[in-house]
């Protein structure tokens, strides 16, 4: 009984084993009926929208192929039997599922790692590196990433030699295909060799979730380091792509659950110093674009970007809108990528520090030398500034003052 993983008219010919498919870096098709899992990338529908597709898809390659098999019947009668693989990537994506709500509880947990430890005995691969990617014409950059099984210094390594990798090259040529990349093939650069040789690599396979329109994207390599590994074939690499498309849909979620714990809180986004938005897009952009009706794209607008470049609170008075910049050390342990979290401007984001700590005492009912004994300044300093913070919050009495404090 042929399996619908080895569909020939998703694996092209070129690709079929051994004869050809190791002359230069290959992409293989994905099975068109499991790319649906790529639609939540443009649900518009926030964290519950993302979450509920991750949740439906856990039957979804199934169905797939019981219907495969439906449509087959009279050619392959009897009970139909999944196969071990089949059977393993639903528990996979199960198991992901549940790791993604995991996270919600510990910020510690990287839900990338645990999913691929998962994916190991699927795929028989030795060791992995994934992380977040921007495509940049003809050059790809990689703000974030961790290792599986690697030394931390292969992303730094990888950096220097970027430009000359056939894998990364023929992913931006052919996006939403799977590439391979073999040790003993014949086309090869310098850079490649040194860094196979470097980590001991030998069969190389890389798969990214493919967001058209978008920049950005989310990667998986994974790599095998025995020169008598076996070939991967198509089904291992559909099961890659179909997984690294799980793999995104739980971090997108699971950074929407988190993004919407904040009180007050409108957006909160993870971009590249370049202002490129790798989480967090999908559920903000709704709220970005009645701030700045003409922005569109993954490119935020110009005053945020350069707000990114100085970690700690901008004020946006004209626009009305506060934005807090901090590093985001949670999409890989090498990271770049900055936390942006915006939320409409109160009046009391208009005060200085230390007129917010003025206004608080006075609040209280405290008169301006109780307030400076407090504050160790003096009563008239405490007057001059009292007046700066009724003239910013546009109130005249300590009622309004206390109301304005209390809200």
Known sequence: M??????????????????????HPVVIAVLPRLQVFRQASACQQGGNGADALLAAGTNLVTKAVHGYYDKNTTLHPGPVHVTSKLSMFSQFVVDLH???RRADKD??????????????????????WYGWARFVDDRTTVPASSTLGLPEGFAPFWSTMASQDLVATALRRDRGKVCIYDRGQPRQTDEMAELSERYGIRKWASAMHNRPGRSTTFFVSVYRTRCHDPHWDGEDLQLLQCAVDHMFLALQAAFERRSA????????????????????????????RTIWPGWNGDRLPRPLRQAALHPGIHLFEREGVAVSCREDRTAGRQSSLIRLELSLLSK??????????????????????????VLGSAPATIRNQTQAIYDKLGIRSRAELASAVRR
């Not at 042929?2 to 002359?23: D, M």
């Not at 714990?261 to 970005?288: I, N, Y």
Request: net charge neutral.
């Open 2 to 23: 042929n399996s619908p993983f080895r569909n020939p008219a998703a694996v092209p010919v070129s690709c079929q084993p051994k004869r050809s498919c190791h002359t």
């Open 98 to 100: 549940q790791a993604g």
């Open 107 to 128: 910020a510690d947990f990287d839900v990338a790692a645990h999913a691929l430890e998962l994916l190991r005995p699927l795929l028989g691969f030795d060791c992995a």
């Open 261 to 288: 714990d904040g009180p007050g809180k409108r957006a909160t986004l993870a971009v590249d110093e370049a202002g490129f938005a790798h989480l967090g897009l999908d559920q903000s952009q709704g709220f970005l």
């Open 348 to 373: 009391l984001d208009r005060l200085s520090p230390r007129e917010r700590e003025v206004a608080n005492v006075l609040a209280t009912g405290a008169t301006h030398k109780q307030a400076a004994q």
